[in-house]
């Protein structure tokens, strides 16, 4: 079985998270990545990735932590960019408001 | 002018606060998270030994499993049922993805999978998740 086999044997909401643990999947003895297919098809996402993560040697586990910890640093990159659009938005937005009340009071 | 100050400072206050996190915790789960943190911090500020490391693993797992179970991306589920975080899909994804492995990584330990280094390691990255979500409520982009 390849990635590409993986992949096409679930939805592909599941390609990332394929592409992170399928190599560790195709590691795994025949029942077992079966298994794993199984759980994603039915949704359960949680449920496969422990199946992969419960046979996690030492270098993987620190490798797969590392890699949460960076999908935190986008996150919250992401969040605090929006932040800062709405921000602007909402500065944009009283401004007009701001012109429209001067307007209105004669100033 | 006293009028068109007045008007100036509300303006200006309204526009500080509408910029609104991906992230919002209820006042009593944001003051958790915010003493999670500060104890996170401690944790990260010097090397812990294996021993602490390891039991801090099963705390760290208790403490990511409950973000999760507190989270929501339905706004009635925050205001009328109990849920104590309300947050994006994205969010909502990281909160399980790391209760997800914290519990996992606290069982692995437990079996004795990991040698110490790699205990230590792993209790430095959740409790820099820790921290993230503490940054996630407060809107701060800290690459940790």
Same mark, same amino acid.
């Not at chain 1, 592409?19 to 990545?33: K, N």
């Not at chain 2, 500060?38 to 294996?50: F, G, L």
């Not at chain 2, 208790?62 to 929501?72: H, Q, V």
């Not at chain 2, 110490?116 to 998740?129: A, G, P, R, S, Y």
């Given at each position: 079985?390849?990635?590409q086999?993986? @992949? !096409? /044997?679930?939805?592909? &909401?599941? *390609?990332?998270?394929?592409?992170?643990?399928g190599?560790a999947?195709? $590691?795994?003895?025949?029942?077992?990545?079966?298994?794993?297919?199984s759980?994603?098809?039915?949704?359960?996402?949680?449920?496969?990735?422990?199946?992969v993560?419960?046979?996690? @040697? !030492? /270098?993987?586990?620190? &490798?797969? *932590?590392?890699?949460i910890?960076?999908?935190?640093?986008?996150?919250? $990159?992401?969040?605090?960019?929006?932040?800062?659009?709405?921000?602007k938005?909402?500065?944009?937005?009283?401004s007009?408001?701001?012109?429209?009340?001067?307007?209105?009071?004669?100033? | 002018?006293?009028r068109?100050?007045?008007?100036?400072?509300?303006?200006?206050?309204?526009?500080?606060?509408?910029?609104c996190?991906?992230?919002?915790?209820?006042?009593?789960?944001?003051?958790i998270?915010?003493?999670?943190?500060?104890?996170?911090?401690?944790?990260?500020?010097?090397t812990?030994?294996?021993?602490?490391?390891k039991?801090g693993?099963?705390?760290?797992?208790?403490?990511?499993?409950?973000y999760?179970?507190?989270a929501?991306?339905?706004?009635?589920?925050?205001?009328?049922?109990g849920?104590?975080?309300?947050?994006?899909?994205?969010?909502?994804?990281?909160?399980?993805?790391?209760?997800?492995?914290?519990?996992?990584?606290r069982?692995?330990?437990?079996?004795?999978?990991?040698?110490?280094?790699?205990?230590?390691?792993?209790?430095v990255?959740?409790?820099?998740?820790?921290?993230?979500?503490?940054?996630?409520?407060?809107?701060?982009?800290?690459?940790?």
């Amino acid at each position: 079985m390849t990635i590409q086999e993986l @992949k !096409d /044997a679930v939805s592909p &909401a599941y *390609a990332a998270f394929v592409d992170q643990y399928g190599p560790a999947v195709l $590691a795994m003895a025949v029942s077992e990545s079966a298994a794993f297919i199984s759980l994603l098809a039915a949704g359960k996402e949680s449920e496969a990735y422990k199946l992969v993560a419960s046979k996690m @040697k !030492d /270098a993987e586990a620190v &490798a797969d *932590a590392q890699a949460i910890t960076e999908s935190w640093n986008a996150a919250n $990159a992401g969040n605090a960019a929006s932040i800062a659009l709405q921000k602007k938005a909402a500065t944009a937005v009283l401004s007009v408001v701001l012109s429209l009340v001067l307007a209105s009071v004669g100033l | 002018m006293k009028r068109l100050a007045i008007v100036l400072a509300v303006l200006t206050a309204i526009g500080c606060m509408t910029g609104c996190s991906g992230l919002q915790a209820s006042t009593q789960m944001a003051s958790i998270i915010d003493r999670n943190a500060d104890h996170a911090t401690d944790m990260i500020s010097a090397t812990q030994p294996a021993d602490v490391a390891k039991a801090g693993l099963k705390s760290n797992a208790e403490i990511l499993g409950s973000y999760f179970d507190a989270a929501t991306v339905n706004v009635f589920a925050y205001w009328f049922g109990g849920k104590q975080i309300f947050c994006t899909a994205a969010y909502y994804n990281m909160l399980r993805k790391s209760a997800d492995a914290s519990a996992q990584y606290r069982d692995n330990v437990a079996n004795g999978m990991y040698s110490d280094d790699t205990i230590k390691i792993l209790f430095v990255e959740e409790n820099k998740w820790i921290l993230q979500v503490k940054d996630a409520k407060d809107g701060k982009d800290v690459q940790r």
